[in-house]
């Protein structure tokens, strides 16, 4: 589960160099309560492809209605964006920032185990970003909004790969973010939560590490 506060608090960033080898493959089955624009779709699968890439997990969307029985892959979950998953226009109840806390995102948990099932709660996010998404330029409004889901679907992902329901100290894996953390241009995983996702990261850091150490 993501909580949402209105803290300040910075993430790590994550070098986008070559990527490590050995890449495993995740298929999503995306279910959408509302349609999403082309270009927001683009942003939204790029974001969450490139935030998980860096873990060397390339990931795959897929319509829920196909079989998924004919898919190989390493993972599998379905996301659902409950709501209205668009910039909503600035009402006099989003004229001010609403009080908090926001549940934003959340994933199904039985017995313990984390099971590949999440929920990104839009309706939550559009009161959460309130007044501030509607500084950034009108041309770019939704494609930021589109990436922020993303951070929000990636954080979820981490639990359902890793298997985990610890958080980090900073970056996608932190226990809360803020609308900073959703709006800006760059919000990345950190290097330790990328070694949990896959191993073959921390390796490729360590390769990367040592080879600037010697001036390669």
Not at 66 to 88: K, M, Q, W
Not at 110 to 117: H, K
Request: glycine letters at 6%.
């Amino acid at each position: 589960m993501l909580s949402l506060s209105v803290s300040v608090c910075h993430s790590e960033s994550i070098p986008a160099h070559a990527l490590p080898a050995h890449e495993k493959k995740l298929v999503i089955f995306l279910i959408s309560d509302s349609v999403i624009a082309p270009a927001a779709s683009l942003q939204m699968k790029r974001e969450l492809g490139d935030l998980l890439q860096a873990a060397a997990i390339h990931v795959e969307w897929q319509d829920p209605s196909v079989d998924r029985g004919s898919l190989e892959n390493d993972y599998a979950a379905v996301i659902h964006l409950r709501g209205f998953c668009r910039p909503t226009e600035p009402g006099g109840r989003l004229q001010h920032s609403a009080p908090g806390p926001f549940t934003l995102a959340s994933s199904a948990v039985a017995d313990g185990v984390i099971l590949p099932f999440g929920d990104i709660d839009c309706a939550a996010l559009n009161s959460f970003l309130g007044p501030a998404l509607w500084r950034v330029p009108e041309k770019e409004r939704e494609s930021v909004y589109a990436r922020a889901v993303a951070r929000l679907m990636a954080h979820e992902l981490y639990h359902v790969i890793a298997q985990t329901h610890s958080h980090t100290h900073s970056g996608v894996a932190k226990p809360s973010f803020t609308v900073t953390d959703l709006l800006s241009d760059r919000f990345e995983f950190t290097e330790s939560t990328l070694t949990e996702l896959h191993p073959a990261a921390g390796e490729y850091f360590e390769r990367n590490d040592s080879a600037e150490a010697s001036g390669r």
